[in-house]
């Protein structure tokens, strides 16, 4: 997760992936972009859904719900982009549908449980509670990074 | 001096790019004198700029560059006398000293290792050219002596630490007498000139200094000088800021009236100055009437370093009057061209507006067509004569960011000889087409690949000189660096003539390394691109020199990134040669719009030779999942598009298919299959994010006219792959 400054308050984006509730540092969020047809990449891993043209940049897009290895399932209507930035790169994160934007302190944040459980591992940085539904927050390092797995 | 919030830094930014220009001169004038086709100006080119960069570097305090700079600078002056004579051996020394300038000159720029030990090693060296025993220090406290005509330069350095108020003291002022004298130079004969110079209020106000003109004059001739204190106040009502002084100088030199009044340039106008002929003795000459005539020396010109400090200005002078301002042919054109300095920053924002315009162009012409106008409307021959302007603007643009690979070979030139140097070599490098155009940012990123192609050239390519020797060869090694413009894209190929590559051993290692199977039955190309393969490394002992875990796989990564192909060809006995093949510009390219298994793709044009459509008849299978087809008696393999890119299965009906003829860079050619040729227009190059995923077979992207991206394919390695496809091994060194 891209940590910012602010000591105790952080605002999370939420969204809705097979629905489940996920949630991202709204300050790595750049922009929130309608679903557009992508170019396919040819030989490219399941989850990546191609390219689009974010305003003469190519922007790659990523199913996020792939990614995490969620089963698959129908794009609904309100599928939408989130345009993240992380390092000096951006990537599209396609997902069911945006929930929310919320503010919580650190301390509402709790570490998710140390299982081994499948594609997630690591990509889930912190649980939290919110109207007694469980949000999780991702590692966006480490989900937009492809590295394992991707050994070309 | 801190480059940061420094009111100089900019000045001294100039000082850097200049001395980048000054270090070029210099390395193309020692090559011009190592290959032995030198003239007198030569050896002044090597000189005048040794003592630009350290004239520049005085005035900025860089105290090891100055110090350096100045013994280089000295032995070069004895050799400029004929006093001392350059054979190859001091021009080794002078080699690595040029190198060991630029690496001063980066190091005073950007920080990093002091390279001190070296210099010490290499002032000990020029010592020892010199006929002077013992190390650097036991010469430096007083350079001066040995160096008379230039003294002037090195002084300066301390005039900048604001000991002006010192010199501002009558008392203080040195005897001008004691000043050196030039040698007397034999252009032509020496004149007399009176010179009478009364300094005005101004000129002290504007910080001048009436001594640094007068030893400027030193340095023209011969000079007597007589101080009028006639108009000098008791000492209680003397203002120093106001002239009491004047002077009267009686002028022996050869130096023409206009170089006289040169000296003055920066105080035209804060002085009366009256220049009169010892020989026809009325030609009072006035400053500003004389001035514009003096066009005689370009390089008595101030640099910028110099210009914003008028004491130093005289500095550059002393240089000018031995050397007539001829240059070499090359430098002499260049400077002869008016150049203005650019950001590199609004030439790039000028290419990605032009890229904008070319896409908006593009749409504009779909939207015509979609309007359904008449085919020889005002609009529609508009818009053609639109689309050549674009084109014209684009050409002109690509045409500011290209720029000749001269300085990049030069680079390559110093890592010969140190890579000679290190493996005990004797090396000598050829270059041609030096003048060939790349666009810049090719030329950076192509530096760094190059480097290791030289280096692997002359460690492992060359034999050792015994073996050379034993092989017939002359003991010295040849590694040639070529660049050339080839149909629309520029071909830079690096060869030695060396043993070639030893075939059995690099299949053998390749084996040993589990890089392929033990079994394999490869041709000899296929052993030479073993060579590419991630984790390959010959070198049976790790040298200093390549073995730096930087194998040719990096070499070709780095090539591609760049859009480019890497390609091997080796004689046994007779060399190994690498040919790289670099698009032009990395913004646009001319490509063919096409459609497969329902995406639209571009296959850049110069790579296809014609389109065909098959009919069955002509379609023959090899072996399953691979076909031939008959092309005017020729059997070319084809590659089917939408299979290979994964979007369908393989075909199994050939009647009707389309196909692009595409030829290889090694002259090999392929019938790449697709379902449809849409159009042919210029594309604008869009680069992939290469951190997040790089496809095998696409070389970049671009936008459509209606506004979707498009893959521009690379139909090389796509057919590459393809080919490759039966020998699974190799399949991931080519896909990586």
């Known amino acids: ?152 | 001096m801190s480059t940061e919030n420094d009111p100089m830094a900019e000045i001294r930014a100039s000082f850097f790019v200049e001395c980048e220009e000054l270090l070029e001169a210099l390395q193309d004038s020692l090559q011009i004198m190592d290959d032995g086709a030198e003239d007198s100006e030569t050896i002044n080119v090597v000189f005048r700029a040794v003592h630009s960069i350290k004239g520049g570097a005085g005035a900025f305090g860089l105290d090891a560059l100055v110090r350096f700079a100045h013994r280089y600078e000295t032995v070069m002056d004895e050799v400029r006398t004929g006093r001392m004579e350059a054979d190859a051996d001091a021009l080794k020394v002078f080699f690595q000293c040029a190198d060991h300038l630029s690496d001063l000159v980066r190091h005073s720029r950007d920080g990093g290792a002091d390279p001190a030990e070296q210099s010490n090693t290499l002032l000990t060296r020029l010592n020892a050219l010199m006929g002077e025993e013992g190390g650097p220090t036991e010469s430096e406290p007083e350079p001066e002596i040995e160096f008379q005509p230039m003294g002037l330069a090195l002084d300066l350095a301390p005039l900048n630490d604001g000991s002006l108020d010192d010199l501002l003291d009558l008392d203080a002022l040195p005897p001008l007498g004691d000043l050196p004298d030039l040698p007397p130079l034999a252009l032509n004969a020496p004149k007399t000139y009176t010179l009478h110079f009364a300094p005005e209020q101004e000129l002290f106000e504007t910080g001048n200094e009436p001594y640094l003109l007068l030893r400027a004059l030193h340095e023209l001739g011969t000079a007597q000088v007589t101080c009028d204190t006639s108009r000098l106040p008791p000492q209680q009502s003397l203002t120093p800021e106001q002239p009491y002084l004047s002077w009267t100088i009686e002028l022996e030199t050869e130096a023409e009236e206009a170089e006289i009044l040169s000296v003055f340039e920066f105080v035209d106008g804060l002085c009366t100055l009256k220049l009169t002929s010892g020989d026809s003795d009325d030609m009072p000459s006035d400053l500003p009437q004389m001035l514009p005539a003096d066009q005689t020396t370009p390089t008595s010109t101030p640099e910028p370093p110099t210009a914003i400090e008028p004491a130093p200005s005289p500095a550059p002078q002393p240089a000018a009057p031995a050397a007539p301002p001829k240059t070499q042919p090359p430098s002499a054109a260049a400077a002869v061209k008016s150049v203005v300095r650019v950001d590199l920053d609004r030439i790039e924002r000028l290419v990605n507006l032009v890229g904008e315009l070319v896409i908006n162009q593009a749409m504009l012409s779909q939207s015509l067509e979609d309007a359904n106008l008449p085919p020889h409307g005002d609009a529609i021959s508009g818009l053609e004569e639109f689309q050549r302007l674009t084109r014209d603007i684009q050409d002109s643009v690509m045409m500011i960011r290209a720029q000749p690979v001269k300085s990049l070979f030069q680079r390559m030139s110093r890592i010969i000889r140190e890579a000679s140097a290190a493996v005990d070599k004797d090396v000598r490098l050829h270059t041609e087409g030096e003048a060939t155009e790349v666009d810049k940012t090719v030329i950076e990123r192509l530096a760094d690949p190059l480097t290791h192609m030289i280096r692997n050239a002359v460690d492992h390519g060359l034999e050792k000189p015994a073996d050379r020797i034993a092989a017939g060869k002359p003991p010295e090694g040849q590694v040639k660096l070529t660049a050339a413009h080839r149909s629309g894209r520029v071909i830079i190929e690096v060869s030695d003539d060396g043993a070639g590559i030893n075939r059995p051993r690099v299949l053998q290692i390749a084996i040993d390394k589990g890089l392929i199977p033990a079994d394999s039955q490869l041709s000899d190309s296929e052993i030479d691109n073993l060579l590419f393969l991630p984790g390959f490394s010959t070198a049976s002992t790790v040298s200093d020199l390549s073995g730096r875990g930087v194998g040719m796989d990096v070499v070709r990564t780095a090539i591609q990134a760049l859009g480019g192909r890497i390609a091997i060809t080796s004689i046994p006995g007779e060399g190994t040669s690498f040919s790289i093949s670099l698009p032009l510009t990395l913004a646009v390219l001319d490509g063919m719009v096409i459609d497969t298994a329902g995406e639209t793709l571009v296959v850049p044009l110069n790579l296809v030779v014609e389109t065909l459509t098959f009919a069955a008849s002509e379609v023959s299978m090899i072996r399953p999942g691979q076909h031939v087809v008959r092309v005017r008696g020729a059997f070319v393999p084809v590659v089917d598009l939408g299979a290979e890119l994964g979007y369908r299965a393989p075909l199994t009906d050939f009647e009707g298919a389309v196909a692009l003829l595409i030829v290889h860079e090694n002259g090999s050619r392929a019938a790449l299959m697709i379902d449809n040729i849409l159009d042919q227009r210029q594309v604008v190059i869009k680069g992939l994010d290469d951190g997040f995923f790089r496809a095998a077979g696409i070389a970049a992207a671009t936008i459509l006219g209606d506004g979707q991206i498009a893959l521009i394919l690379d139909p090389s390695d796509i057919i590459t792959n393809a080919a490759q496809h039966p020998q699974e091994p190799l399949q991931a060194g080519v896909s990586a």
Not at chain 1, 3 to 31: C, K
Not at chain 1, 131 to 144: K, Q, S, Y
């Open chain 1, 1 to 152: 997760m891209t940590e910012h400054d602010s000591p105790t308050t952080i605002e999370l984006l939420t969204f809705q992936l097979a629905g489940q509730e996920y949630s991202l540092d709204i300050m790595s969020v750049r922009e929130i972009r309608s679903w557009t047809r992508a170019t396919p990449l040819p030989h490219a891993p399941a989850c990546m859904r191609g390219v689009i043209n974010l305003r003469g940049t190519v922007l790659p897009v990523m199913d996020l719900g792939e990614r995490l290895g969620l089963p698959p399932r129908e794009q609904s209507d309100r599928a939408v982009i989130i345009v993240v930035t992380h390092g000096d790169s951006m990537t599209g994160l396609l997902v069911d549908a945006v929930s929310d934007i919320i503010a919580l302190t650190r301390d509402d944040l709790q570490p998710p449980p140390d299982m081994a459980n499948g594609a997630a591992t690591g990509m889930v940085s912190a649980l939290t509670l919110i109207d007694e539904r469980m949000v999780r927050v991702l590692d966006l390092a480490a989900t937009v990074s492809l590295q394992e797995g991707l050994a070309a």
